[in-house]
Every structure is written in structure tokens, then in C-alpha cells.
């Protein structure tokens, strides 16, 4: 156990030992050290605590601290330990204790704190001094399941933070403070982005027209990227009959993901959870030859997942998952290159997102201990499992290898990025399959007249709209690089009489395909700034006497506070880089 | 009833004869004219006839036309007719006696032709010999339910074709033969454009990259066209609860249509089977002000309609329909200009395919007996009706009133055209709707304040990109306009030194966003240009040693038959010049 994380579990009994001064007759649960700092779940009975009480109990933590209370450490025997919960009406320890003793422990560690004893396997602080100084404060209020089931008591859960030092708690309050301004939630209604609608229901959200152009404009630039790889567009239904999943293996893998379709008039279809069994089919439409390999289809459709209806929400979690999927069929002499291939448009198209680099790579195999949980033969997988190993290491990509975490299929290369805020994203993946090509006998005639199974590589690079919509809304707090922003230029006019000014010049920038908008109400120019600063709009263009002679333009560029006199050819030409650019 | 029809059914008549005379125990049961001639259902009892028969009976047809026999009419007492109906077993007459009978018939009228003797309304010609010689022909033999009723009897039916002149019979033949070879199911395999699969399931297309180009030529050139009329793109899922189309109407309008979706967690959606509803969400997400209006969404999605399964089939008839749809929210005194737009739309849609101008227009309006099969005020209908009227004539468009063919929500235009074999096509359509933004409570706020309701437009320029792609396979025979020709250029080596200059020449026209294609098979230039020619490829470049020094391209269009030498870069401008001209 690390520092940190014994401080935080201390913390925990130092909030259970400022509760128990303080309302006696609480039965405590269970208090674990978590991510963040630590959180104790207690049984209040009909008593309410608000957030005002966790002030008086958070000055009460500190008096201990500065007691400097020794956490003891003591044994017992379990059925002594059992028969004492018994006689304090402790349930939750005492079922706690039932299940170790179940389990075969006969022998338990307590700990002791002032009046405060917790079964407990430690480790401690040595005392509740070393507990450093303003590192840690009480944080929340929240409800929460005895054993997080919900046919249990709810219990109230008083979640503590806690870092090494006064200043990283500080640097946390911050980014959580700026975590929240930017949740994609919240940024998303107000710069009307996409929405949801009682009568179509949640999961399922609607793209409203500004959300519409960030993602076409995501779209055509993947779709560009995979076009110079040689990648094809293909488009399949929703839709399929039963027997395709039953034959890819779907069917049983994601039987509870499943959507079934029926009609009045008795037709029988699932949606589809997946892309590539569909693609397998277009594949699997003509006579390849050898020659014709590789073959490289992609595809940007909504594939439908029955995710628990508790846990959809915002564009994290939906049913409609609108996935930019590909899948490659090729020989297995051309598999190492076309790996290679994709990891370089993964590297391409995160770099200009400025998050290669802050990544991590996972050689995700299978769990050797469960094969059943997989299609396809071992020695393929083995084979699998060495080529991404090889490309790892020509590569330098350092890939760590990750048990379990393979695909129902085969073994993958995850790429895992970090944020501007600093939290994890696991979206882009290549993933090698021998066995989907077999289960729907894809083959090719090679050069010696045989028939083949083509190897099929699975990829995603920016994987659903919706979810990559969530992270570049929070990774860029709203604040769109130039090539995605939904109105690239607001046009401000300064008076009336600049109006007509300002609309041809809305309809110049129009004809060179930017994305211009209009304020010409009659408001202060102040005013239409600070409006347009808030739609966090890159360039805004004042429209006064001067600028309506048509050669010069008054820009003032987002994150900047001064406006600078350009000339408006020179405006256009940068604004074309920047976007070409992607930066 | 017309000329030819007369000649058509006297023909259904001779027919019949011409079989008696050669198969004395069958029974008859109805032969009546069609579109393109006529037929005649039999009872062959268990005899089988075949297409070589047919030669047979058309020459005593030709026989009995020149015996110039006379058609004579009679009329008998009903009950009298069925008694000779049931002496001789007559069964099918029988029972048509009967429903006359029913409907309180008294007298019928009978019509002798040699020794056939025929329940018939009549007229039919004099005598036989006015019948034009070589302006008939039989066609095929199919089978038919008596009654078009599957619990019934299957009778043979004997289908010939028949026109005013034997010139106009030739024409029908030729145009039929072509459109054999056109049928979109045949070219769409031919040329690699769409695919089934049935583990996927009929009714259920699948892209190929071919068609998935064709389908992307077609979306961007369509959204570019709307984008300048002021349409946005939107993007909805295909999922929805069953209230919305409470909501709207459609769950009870369309119930057998739709499809229903359920999960093993307890799930309950249905199937979008329009795209209106969806929208009507994303206007009412925020709130709108008169100078907001108008809006106007577009979008590229799938809908679903449970057609019954025995009757999907190509392109034509599809289960997944992908549509491009349109919606204009704006206020009343908008509302003739923006019809006026959406006419536009369509008119220079049309008129690059070569179809403006031949074409009609209904203004499609309810059936006034059966107000119930809508939704809406009536008097709201009567304004729709009449701002319609309005706009067809200040735009010259001269609709036709045609009554019973409204939509759910109001009536419409709807515009007709002909596709290049003379089909009926009917597409686009601008359909205006009160009843809408009513039910699902969409508003804006009025320059005095007050709430009013939003008029809604529906329109469709393409419709389904199945239907239309279907159409426009036929209409061009395959032969596609070089803005949506999956390959615009084949270019085809001589000898294998001129493979490199070839790998060249296609990266630069793939660079100028072009769609080359290579051929540098080791085989004659003759069969690579047979080929190119068979995939009907609009231009075909032949490289050999001029070519490749790399000023000049030997050039060979689609439908001539020289190859002409022409300047590289004027060759390139040339093709840009026709891809944006759309022609």
C-alpha cells in the first residue's frame, strides 16, 4: 500500500471517529480508501445530514488530528470478534465477519482510535499527527447501497478528498472546478450543440445543427485520412437477421446488448451491435483474387446497444452509437504492414489533437485462464498475439501486455490518451481476427489457384461520434479548434448603416466554404463581443466606417483581448492554413 | 372507352376463341384490356401450356382475324343466363352471374364471336378484320388466383401485347428489351453497386464502394443545393418511444408499418418510420423568435417500414429506407416563399437529370368524404389547399387537383416525371402542415409577444436514396454522369514500361479528388478497352510511349469510338468543368 493511500484510509477512520463523537448511535459500514481520497458509507437511521454538518464534523477531524490519537492494532479470534457484533447490534460488521468466517478466516485484525474500534486489515498511520496539514477536506454528501445492491438499506456516504500535499489538493479543486464548467452536459445545451427529448427518450440524442457540423466535419477529415490509406465507404442496413450474429459469434457473446425487432405482420430482426459482421457480407458479395487484397472498407453508421436504461446519459453513454468502424481484409504476408498502417493514422489523427504523446499502449491478449470466452483457435491467437508484439517493438510503441482484455475475436493494440484535464481515454484500437473469416468462410483464390481465409483487422480511430463529441468538448472546454467550430467568424457591425457591409461579407466568406454569423442587433458593440467571446467563437470581426471601404478587417482572435487591423485577403489566406492545419 | 382499348379487349375475345378451337374443355374466366394490351384467365383443368403453344394459338388468332368474324352482342334475363351458366358447368360466369345478381342486376349482356359465346359489357370492334395486322402479340404465360385471392385457384393466364399500329408494337418491344438490360437489379450486380446477403436478409441492401459513391455524389451535391437555400443538417436516431408517434399520429396511421424493438432488460422503442417527428424534438429544444423563423433541418438518415415480406425485392421495395428529408419551421407570412423555394430546389434538381419538362404536377388534397383518415382542423386544410393553388399558379406550375392523395397532416404537391423509357416516377414532393407543430405544442414568440404556432414543411427533392438510385440506374442504362460515376477514368497501359507513367497519372487525378481507376493487366489494349467499355466508364485513357512522355493523353470517350489526342491539363479542365455542371 502506498503512502497516500494509508493516509487516505486513516482519514476514514478519523471522519468515523469524529461521527461517532458526534452522533453516537450510528452503525458504521464500510470505509475504504478510493481514487481521490476516501469515503465512509454509515447507517444514520431516520437522522439527515446536510452539507452544513459536514463543516462541524470536518473541524472535529482536525482536533483529532492535532490529538495525535495511535491507531492500535489488535487480533481476534472470529467467533469472539462475531459474538461481540452480535451483542452491539452491529449488522454490518457483523455480516462482514459472517462472510470472512465463511470464506475460512479464524483470525481478524482490529483497529483502535480513540473510542473508534473498525475491523480492519490496516495499514495505519501511526498516529492521526502525521496526517499532513490542509492535504484534505470533506467533499460530498451522496446515497449509496449496503454492498451496492439495490434490493439493500441505502446508506449515506460521506465522500473525504485527500492528496500528499495542501497543494495538490489545491491543483485538484481547480481542474474539478474546471472539469465541471466544461462537462460536455452542460457546454453542450449552451452552445446547442445536441439535445434530448422526453418523447424519443434518453440514451438517444438528436444532433442539433452546430453538434451536426462538428461532426461532419470530424467525419470528412477521418474519411479523407482512410480514403489516402485506401479505405472504401460502405454503408449496411441496421437491421439482420438473427443468424448473422448467431454466425459471428454476437449472438451469444452480447445476447443482453441485443435489440430485437418485430412487426405486427411477424418479421424477426435484431439491430446491429457491431459493424463488421455486415461488412463481412459485402466482402463475401464477389470472387476475390489475391490481387484484389488488401480490401478496405469503412463505414460511419449508428449501431444500437440495450445498455441498462439507469446507466444512459449525456453522450458517454446512449444507445445510438454513431461508429466511425473499419475493417481491413487481407493476405496474411501484407498483415504486419497494414497494422502498421493503422497505427500511423492513429498516430496522425491524435497528433493534430495534441494528445499523442500523454498516451500509453495496452497489448491487450486474452485471459489464458478462461478460453471460452473466445472464438477461433489458440494457435491462431498465438500468432495474432506475436505479430502485434512484433509491431510494438518496430514500432517503439511500448505496448504493456494486459491479460483479459482481448476481444471476443482476437487480441488488440489499445491506445490509451489522457486529456487536457488529465483523465483517461481509451477509444482508439486495431484488432487482428482469424477467426471472423472462418466462421463466414471469406475466402480469396491465391496465386497457386487455392482458396484462402483472408485475415480481417478491425480498427477505430476516433470510434463513436458521440462519445469523441463528449471528450473534445471537455478536452477544449468548448473552444473548438478552427476546422470543427460551428461558426468559424462571428461579423459584428458597429452602426446601421455597416449592416449591408457586414452581410456581403458574410456571403463572401459563405462562397469560400467558411462558416460565418451574423450579430447586426442593435446593441452596444461591447455587448455582441462579449456575447460572441461566451459562444467562444475563434475570430470576431468589427464592422465600423473603416473596415466597410472592404479592404481591411478588425479581427480579434479568441483567448486575445486586443482587436488587430489585417487585411482581409491576408485574413482569408491564414484562416485557410489554420484550417488545413488542423491544429 | 378509347380506340385501342376496344381493340384490346376484342383481341382478350379472339384469344379466347382461338383456344376453344384448340382446347374444347377448358373453362373461362375473365379477359380483360390492359395498359399495354391484354389477357385472358383459364382453366386448363390439369393440362399445361407452354410458350411454345403460344406460337400455335397466335397463328389461329391471325386466322380468325382473317375470317373477319362479327362480334354480335345479345342480352338475357339474368336468372335465365344462370341457369345455362350451371348446365354447362360454366363455374367462373356462374359465380360472376350471381354477384351481378346480388347487386341487383336484371338483364345482362353476351357478346358471340364464332362458336365462343362471352359474359361482356362490351363495346368490342365490328368484326375481327378490323383488327391492324402485326399491331399484336402474345407475350407470356403466367399464373393468377381467380379473383387475385391465394386461397382460390391458380389459373393460367395468357398475357398479349397489342397497339394501335404495328410500328407502336415494335417501339414497345425495343423499349421492354431495354429495360431488361437496365433493370437496376441486374446493372446494380453487374457494375458492383449494391449487394443482399441472407444471413442479412431480403430488403435489406448493402453498399458496396461503388454504390456507396454514387450515394455520396448524390448526398453532398443534394446538401450543397439546400445548404443554399438556408437548409442544415441535423442528425436523429433511428430509435424512439412509442409517445412520439402518439403524438404526431403515426402510431395509429402506420401501425402495421412499424417495427417494434425490445431488449431482454425490458426495453420498448420502435423503428423511426418518418423523420418529422424526430425533428419537430430538435425545434422544440430551445427557445424560438419570430426573427429565428425560418429553420429549416435537413438529414440523411435511415427509417424503417415493415413492408410485407413478400414484397421487397431490389431497390425498389426496401425495408431500410435512407432518406433525404427536409423540414422548414416558419411563420405564415413566410410560408408561399418558402414553398416557392423548395419548387426551385426541385426544378433545378430535375432539370440537370434531364427530367424538368417532362413532367405533371398534382396538388394532391384529402378525400372530403373521409376526413377521419386525417388529423388537423379543416379549416386549416382549406388554407394549406389554397396557398398550394396560389403557388402553383403564380409559379405556372398547373397542377392538377387530384383528391384522396394527401399526407396524414395536409395536402401537397406532388411532381411526376418520366424517366428516360417512358416509367412513371413520382418523388418529389412539398407537402404543408398546420396540424404538426400543433400536436407536439411547437412555438415561437411573435414580435407583440404572444405564442403561435410554427408552419411546418415537409419535402422530399431525391426521396429515398434506394428508390432514386434504383431510377437512375435504369434512366442511364448504367452510363452515369461523370459527377457521380464511381470511375470517371480508366487509364489503360500498352506495354508493361508503361505501367509506372499509368501509377502516376492515377495519383495525380486521385490527388485533384478525381476517380481514376488502373488497368495494367498484361493483356491487349483491345480487350482492356472492351472492358472498360462494358463497365461504361465515361473516359478511358490509353498510355503507350507518346503518352508517356507526359504532355498529351490519348482519350477515349463513353459512346464514341475514336480515340482522340488531347492536352493533359485541358483534359482536366474539361472534366472539372463537367463535374460541376452536372450534366
Redesign the interface.
Known amino acids: 500500500m502506498e503512502n497516500l493511500e494509508i493516509q487516505r484510509h486513516s482519514l476514514a477512520h478519523i471522519l468515523a471517529l469524529a461521527l461517532l463523537r458526534t452522533y453516537p448511535e450510528i452503525k458504521f459500514a464500510i470505509g475504504p480508501d478510493v481514487d481521490n481520497g476516501f469515503y465512509y458509507d454509515i447507517d444514520f437511521a431516520d437522522k439527515k445530514i446536510s452539507d452544513a454538518d459536514l463543516v462541524e464534523i470536518e473541524k472535529k477531524m482536525k482536533h483529532i488530528i492535532k490529538q495525535n490519537l495511535k491507531f492500535v492494532r489488535s487480533e481476534k479470534d472470529i467467533d469472539q470478534a462475531i459474538k461481540e457484533a452480535q451483542e452491539s447490534n452491529d449488522v454490518y460488521k457483523l455480516e462482514i465477519l459472517e462472510d470472512l468466517k465463511k470464506e475460512g478466516e479464524s483470525q481478524v485484525s482490529f483497529y483502535q482510535l480513540g473510542e473508534f474500534s473498525d475491523l480492519c486489515r490496516g495499514p495505519h498511520l501511526e498516529s492521526t499527527g502525521k496526517v499532513k496539514v490542509g492535504s484534505f477536506k470533506l467533499d460530498k454528501i451522496a446515497g449509496a447501497y449496503w454492498r451496492g445492491d439495490e434490493k439493500n438499506k441505502m446508506l449515506t456516504r460521506i465522500y473525504g478528498l485527500a492528496f500528499s500535499s495542501p497543494e495538490d489538493l489545491k491543483d485538484y479543486l481547480e481542474i474539478a472546478e474546471e472539469a465541471k464548467k466544461r462537462d460536455h452536459r452542460k457546454l453542450g445545451k449552451e452552445l446547442?450543440l445536441f439535445?434530448f427529448?422526453d418523447?424519443?427518450?434518453p440514451g438517444?440524442?438528436?444532433?442539433?445543427?452546430k453538434g451536426?457540423?462538428i461532426?461532419?466535419a470530424l467525419r470528412s477529415h477521418i474519411e479523407k485520412v482512410c480514403r489516402r490509406y485506401g479505405f472504401?465507404?460502405?454503408?449496411?442496413?441496421?437491421?439482420?437477421?438473427i443468424?448473422?450474429y448467431e454466425?459471428s459469434g454476437h449472438a451469444k457473446k452480447f445476447?443482453?446488448?441485443?435489440?430485437?425487432?418485430?412487426?405486427?405482420?411477424?418479421?424477426d430482426?435484431v439491430?446491429k451491435p457491431v459493424q463488421c459482421?455486415?461488412q463481412t457480407?459485402?466482402y463475401?458479395?464477389?470472387a476475390r483474387s489475391y490481387r484484389d487484397l488488401p480490401i478496405k472498407?469503412m463505414e460511419s453508421e449508428?449501431q444500437?446497444r440495450?445498455e441498462?436504461?439507469g446507466e444512459v446519459g449525456g453522450l458517454s453513454r446512449v444507445?445510438?452509437i454513431?461508429v466511425e468502424d473499419g475493417h481491413t481484409f487481407c493476405r496474411l504476408d501484407q498483415t504486419k504492414e497494414e497494422i502498421k498502417s493503422l497505427v500511423n493514422i492513429i498516430k496522425d489523427f491524435y497528433s493534430a489533437l495534441g494528445l499523442w504523446g500523454k498516451h500509453w499502449v495496452s497489448l491487450s491478449v486474452r485471459d489464458y485462464s478462461s478460453p471460452d470466452k473466445y472464438i477461433g483457435d489458440p494457435k491462431d491467437w498465438d500468432i495474432c498475439e506475436s505479430i502485434l508484439e512484433d509491431v510494438s517493438n518496430e514500432m517503439g510503441l511500448g505496448a504493456k501486455r494486459i491479460e483479459g482484455e482481448a476481444a471476443l475475436y482476437g487480441p488488440k493494440l489499445d491506445f490509451m490518451f489522457r486529456d487536457s484535464l488529465g483523465k483517461e481515454i481509451q477509444i482508439p484500437t486495431v484488432q487482428l481476427d482469424f477467426a471472423t473469416p472462418k466462421r463466414f468462410n471469406l475466402v480469396y483464390k491465391d496465386r497457386d489457384g487455392s482458396e484462402k481465409n483472408p485475415v480481417m483487422i478491425h480498427r477505430a480511430i476516433l470510434g463513436s461520434y458521440e462519445r469523441f463529441l463528449a471528450l473534445i468538448i471537455e478536452h477544449y472546454g468548448g473552444a473548438f479548434p478552427l476546422w470543427m467550430a460551428p461558426v468559424q467568424v462571428k461579423i459584428i457591425s458597429v452602426a446601421e448603416k455597416h449592416i449591408e457591409y457586414c452581410q456581403k461579407l458574410k456571403q463572401e466568406f459563405l462562397d469560400l466554404d467558411l462558416r460565418p454569423d451574423l450579430d447586426i442587433e442593435n446593441e452596444t458593440v461591447a455587448n455582441k463581443i462579449r456575447k460572441a467571446v461566451s459562444e467562444k467563437v475563434p475570430y470576431i470581426i468589427v464592422v465600423g466606417d473603416k473596415e466597410s471601404k472592404g479592404k481591411i478587417l478588425a479581427v480579434r482572435k479568441r483567448g486575445e483581448q486586443k482587436i488587430e487591423e489585417i487585411k482581409k485577403n491576408d485574413f482569408i489566406e491564414a484562416l485557410k492554413r489554420e484550417i488545413d492545419d488542423k491544429k
Chains 1, 2 share one sequence.
Open positions: 446547442d439535445c427529448s418523447l424519443v427518450g438517444l440524442p438528436l444532433f442539433t445543427p451536426m457540423i461532426i461532419d472504401e465507404k460502405v454503408m449496411t442496413p441496421h437491421l439482420a437477421k443468424s448473422l454466425t445476447s443482453e446488448e441485443l435489440f430485437h425487432v418485430s412487426s405486427e405482420k411477424g418479421h430482426f439491430i459482421p455486415h457480407q459485402i463475401a458479395s464477389r472498407y449508428k444500437y440495450a441498462k436504461s444507445y445510438a454513431t
